[in-house]
Nanobody, 121 residues
Framework: QVQLVESGGGLVQAGGSLRLSCAAS????????MGWFRQAPGKEREFVAA????????VYADSVKGRFTISRDNAKNTVYLQMNSLKTEDTAIYFC??????????????WGQGTQVTVSS
């Protein structure tokens, strides 16, 4: 079992930055791939980024590549999403998820409750 709690969301102006955190509890975090997803109003949930359990492999959606960075600290049971050069279209609820493979289409079996990110123009 893995429990996930996101934090760090908020309101920011376009061009600004935010860092999201996802704190995990449970014994299997360090062996899990972790992903970030987002869901904007009226849209389906979409993949943002994922990281392997060692942190050595990462993958990003094209829409965030070069602006967002996913990282993890297994000693702290936490995964991060550094978001720079934010755009209004990044506005969404951001969710972290735990899976076994760091791929956009992999199965993620544990999810957090989400944190709201709003980017104003």
């Amino acid at each position: 079992q893995v429990q996930l709690v996101e934090s760090g969301g908020g309101l920011v102006q376009a061009g600004g930055s935010l860092r999201l955190s996802c704190a995990a509890s449970g014994s299997s975090f360090s062996s899990r791939a972790m992903g970030w997803f987002r869901q904007a109003p009226g849209k389906e949930r979409e993949f943002v980024a994922a990281i392997s359990w060692t942190g050595s492999s990462t993958v990003y959606a094209d829409s965030v590549k070069g602006r967002f960075t996913i990282s993890r600290d297994n000693a702290k049971n936490t995964v991060y999403l550094q978001m720079n050069s934010l755009k209004t279209e990044d506005t969404a609820i951001y969710f972290c998820a735990a899976g076994w493979v760091a791929r956009p289409t992999a199965s993620y079996d544990y999810w957090g409750q989400g944190t709201q990110v709003t980017v104003s123009s």
